[in-house]
């Protein structure tokens, strides 16, 4: 599902963010990247959507080669990834409906689709009666959860998520969590980048640990590892 290969990314002012990674990640894993600011996790999930590239090394996601591919190719690697943000980036002047309809208008779904799939994932993150409200009616917990029914709109093959509780709370990170593991459950792939020692330690999921760039621990049943 991900395959990296000897992947090395150095950016233009010569900052070393991975360093000769390898890493494997199956259908159906949910996958934890942990490591202190600036070991390089952010750069780790953004090369899985090809918002960077690596400097050198090859990567495969869902059987595509993103280091090789035509930038024409790139919304087709995206239309098989989700993709979930710390500070959520819904569009401010669409409703709930609007923003998570317009993943699906993007890719040209057919219309009559739409109303069943958007109402469908709203169902999922528990939104469904606030289909008309705009971002800014609502709280941070339920702006991740119109995030995350976007992100899954389209059915995905892997949810990438960067710090996705970053901004909420205990009790509310761990209803984004419930959600994520709902959606595990439906066999889809997650990769979630987090600094939250709790949630780390409690689900006990894989965990790739990230640091200065290289992998320095990857358990098929880990914890954080690091004081919070
Ligand atoms: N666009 C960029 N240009 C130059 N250097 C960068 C860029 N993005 C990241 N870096 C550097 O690459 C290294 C890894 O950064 P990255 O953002 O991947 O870390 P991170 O583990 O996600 O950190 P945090 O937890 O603070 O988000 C850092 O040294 C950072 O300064």
Same mark, same amino acid.
């Given at each position: 599902?991900? %395959?990296?290969?000897?992947?090395?990314?150095?950016?233009? +002012?010569?900052?070393?963010?991975?360093?000769?990674?390898? /890493?494997?990640?199956?259908?159906?894993?949910?996958?934890?990247? /942990?490591?202190?600011?600036?070991?390089?996790?952010?750069?780790?999930?953004?090369?899985?959507?090809?918002?960077?590239?690596?400097?050198?090394?090859?990567?495969?996601?869902?059987?595509?080669? /993103?280091?090789?591919?035509?930038?024409?190719? /790139?919304?087709?690697?995206?239309?098989?990834?989700?993709?979930?943000?710390?500070?959520?980036?819904?569009?401010?002047?669409?409703?709930?409906?609007? +923003?998570?309809?317009?993943?699906?208008?993007?890719?040209?779904?057919?219309? &009559?689709?739409?109303?069943?799939?958007? +109402?469908?994932?709203?169902?999922?993150?528990?939104?469904?009666?606030?289909?008309?409200?705009?971002?800014?009616?609502?709280?941070?917990?339920?702006?991740?959860?119109?995030?995350?029914? &976007?992100?899954?709109?389209?059915?995905?093959?892997?949810?990438?998520?960067?710090?996705? *509780?970053? =901004?909420?709370?205990?009790?509310?990170?761990?209803?984004?969590?419930?959600?994520?593991? &709902?959606? =595990?459950?439906?066999?889809?792939?997650?990769?979630?980048? *987090?600094?939250?020692?709790?949630?780390?330690?409690?689900?006990?999921? &894989?965990?790739?640990?990230?640091?200065?760039? %290289?992998?320095?621990?990857?358990?098929?049943?880990?914890?954080?590892?690091?004081?919070?």
């Amino acid at each position: 599902m991900i %395959h990296m290969r000897d992947v090395s990314k150095i950016y233009e +002012n010569g900052a070393v963010a991975l360093d000769h990674v390898n /890493v494997d990640i199956e259908a159906g894993d949910f996958v934890f990247i /942990v490591g202190a600011s600036g070991a390089g996790k952010s750069t780790f999930i953004k090369m899985l959507f090809r918002e960077e590239l690596p400097s050198s090394g090859s990567l495969f996601v869902n059987g595509r080669d /993103v280091v090789h591919m035509k930038r024409s190719e /790139v919304p087709y690697l995206r239309r098989g990834l989700g993709v979930i943000f710390q500070d959520y980036r819904l569009l401010p002047d669409k409703t709930v409906f609007e +923003n998570v309809a317009f993943a699906m208008q993007v890719i040209e779904a057919p219309r &009559r689709l739409m109303q069943r799939n958007v +109402n469908a994932v709203l169902d999922v993150v528990g939104l469904r009666d606030k289909f008309r409200c705009f971002p800014s009616q609502l709280s941070g917990g339920e702006q991740q959860r119109v995030a995350i029914a &976007r992100a899954i709109v389209n059915d995905p093959a892997i949810v990438i998520a960067d710090e996705p *509780t970053g =901004n909420l709370d205990p009790e509310t990170s761990w209803d984004i969590m419930d959600i994520f593991n &709902r959606i =595990n459950l439906a066999g889809t792939t997650i990769v979630m980048a *987090t600094h939250d020692k709790t949630i780390v330690d409690t689900m006990q999921r &894989r965990v790739i640990a990230i640091e200065d760039g %290289h992998i320095v621990r990857d358990e098929a049943k880990g914890g954080y590892g690091y004081e919070a």
